[in-house]
């Protein structure tokens, strides 16, 4: 089955610099989220996006943007990294159907390791 | 507020001996419950979820949990462990409502010993 993809699954930058995730959901899927995993941590929830409108937001930096395009696809973009930005990111999908609360299973990709040097 | 507690930090298990993690959650309303394994690398895999009623629930690779609202847990069993097991398990409740997030505990990680 297909599953949750995302890229580039490692990326080195320098501080200061910016970078875009993208995740591609699950076929059929319209909910997408992004957490971040830091290390020895537990993932932590960024944001989450249905119908490309932002449906939930965690503790995402304001130099962290990110949105959902037509096609269900998603990008987080970071600008300015910091040391600190260096973790793993998760993309997660579900489907959401009205009435139906086991579709929001969330289903995660295998992460982008971001190293900021 | 939601949380979640995963007493155990680390446990190690003989392979072939039965395994329990432990989950104990905080929730307003009925709490969807679910387990993902996170192997070294890798990305979260779904063991097994629980919405509403049987409060056993089996999952993938031999795993089963078992809600208890009386003791708001929500732990995690197999009867006999394989070395491919060792990894980190995370326990997680939520969502509050559709497209929200839902919210993890610090994991447990699991050693096999030989």
């Known amino acids: 089955a297909a599953g949750v993809i995302q890229s580039p699954r490692h990326l080195i930058k320098e501080k200061r610099e910016t970078a875009t995730l993208k995740c591609y959901p699950i076929p059929r899927h319209d909910t997408v989220y992004w957490y971040q995993q830091g290390p020895g941590q537990d993932p932590q929830f960024l944001i989450s996006f249905y119908e490309k409108m932002q449906s939930d937001k965690g503790s995402i930096p304001d130099r962290f943007s990110a949105q959902q395009f037509s096609d269900y696809h998603s990008e987080l973009n970071m600008s300015s990294l910091e040391l600190g930005d260096s973790a793993l990111y998760f993309c997660?999908?579900?489907?959401?159907?009205?009435?139906?609360?086991?579709?929001?299973?969330?289903?995660f990709g295998p992460g982008t390791r971001l190293t900021v040097l | 507020a939601q949380s979640v507690t995963q007493p155990d930090i680390h446990i190690t298990v003989s392979e072939g001996a039965s395994l329990e993690l432990r989950c104990n959650y905080s929730y307003g309303a009925t709490p969807y419950l679910f387990w993902y394994v996170q192997s070294p690398g890798q990305g979260l895999q779904l063991l097994l979820k629980y919405f509403s009623g049987d409060t056993l629930v089996q999952g993938i690779k031999g795993f089963e949990a078992e809600f208890k609202r009386s003791q708001s847990s929500f732990n995690l069993r197999k009867p006999s462990v394989h070395w491919s097991d060792a990894a980190e398990y995370f326990c997680?409740?939520?969502?509050?409502?559709?497209?929200?997030?839902?919210?993890f505990g610090s994991g447990t990680r699991l050693s096999i010993r030989p």
């Open positions: 997680a409740v939520g969502p509050y409502s559709s497209a929200s997030k839902i919210i």
């Open positions: 997660a999908s579900s489907l959401r159907l009205a009435g139906v609360t086991s579709t929001d299973t969330q289903y």
